[in-house]
């Protein structure tokens, strides 16, 4: 059957959306989804996402990995589905729809083009070694590093993310170099298995990294730039906790078009 199907992207993290309220769309297995989201023979995208109906809310987040896995939240994705819901008219500047992880609240500006996510409060910062590990809505290792223009964030984030402490599960490796009052961060994304051009639980975890690395606590706003543009993250910092944390950047409609899909 053909589908009509829409590409976001959001600071260079690209999706797939399906409007699904009238579940044309069951459950796609991964097959489907990867051959959606391959560069060469489908129409590309770091993820697919499904826009469904949920009482309570003005809609549910699907979110499934480029592997073709139903993944864990994705917060440029949740800031390129808030566009899309007001680009389908669901919503008009403010909504409150369902993820994986939980409710989220966000804003969207009147021309449709800039984001404000809420994403979940953070209690748990660990330490391994040198890197913090925390969970934004999916599990994020960060670490500091220099010359990071020219890491090899493939080689280096592929080996953390395969190593005997992550390889089960996965987990998102960052690298962050402080670059005037924000950080420059380059993120290595399981799911995708490859360095991508944002990520933004992944900027978001560095944003709380660095302030507990860095001891700052109160009302914190922290720029980000990726390889696909520039984000902020502001939050609330008391010591034990991080709260009132906003995921802020652009959401751009690409194009639209039709697919057939088994």
């Known amino acids: 059957m053909n589908i009509k199907f829409y590409k976001y992207q959001g600071a260079g993290n690209d999706f797939v959306l399906i409007d699904n309220r009238e579940g044309v769309v069951n459950q796609p297995d991964k097959e489907t989804v ?6 060469r023979f489908g129409i590309g995208g770091d993820g697919l996402m499904l ?9 549910k987040m699907v979110y499934y ?23 389908l008219g669901i919503i008009y500047d403010t ?75 996965g987990i998102n490796v960052n690298f962050a170099e402080k670059t005037g009052e924000g950080y420059f961060v380059r993120t290595f994304e399981r799911g995708v298995e490859n360095e991508t051009y944002a990520c933004g639980t992944g900027v978001t975890a560095v944003a709380l990294a660095m302030a507990k690395h860095n001891g700052q ?4 706003s922290t720029p980000i730039r990726v390889l696909g543009g520039d984000l902020n993250i502001r939050f609330t910092n008391n010591g034990e906790k991080f709260t009132n944390i906003f995921l802020e950047g652009p959401a751009e409609l690409v194009f639209e078009g039709e697919i057939e899909i088994a």
């Not at 990867?34 to 560069?39: I, M, T």
């Not at 990995?65 to 680009?87: H, L, P, Q």
């Open 34 to 39: 990867a051959k959606l989201c391959d560069r």
């Open 51 to 59: 826009l469904e109906n949920l009482d309570g809310y003005d809609f």
């Open 65 to 87: 990995n480029a592997d073709g896995n139903e993944g864990s939240m994705c917060g440029n994705g949740g800031r390129c589905i808030v566009a899309f819901a007001k680009y």
């Open 95 to 169: 909504t409150n729809f369902l993820a994986t992880d939980g409710p989220h609240h966000a804003k969207i500006t009147d021309e449709g083009n800039w984001v404000s996510l809420q994403m979940i409060d953070v209690n748990d910062i660990s330490k391994d070694g040198e890197a913090y590990v925390l969970n934004t809505g999916s599990p994020h290792y960060v670490k500091l590093a220099a010359d990071l223009a020219v890491k090899d964030v493939y080689n280096e984030g592929y080996a953390i993310r395969n190593n005997a402490t992550y390889k089960a599960n």
């Open 217 to 220: 606590f109160g009302n914190i």
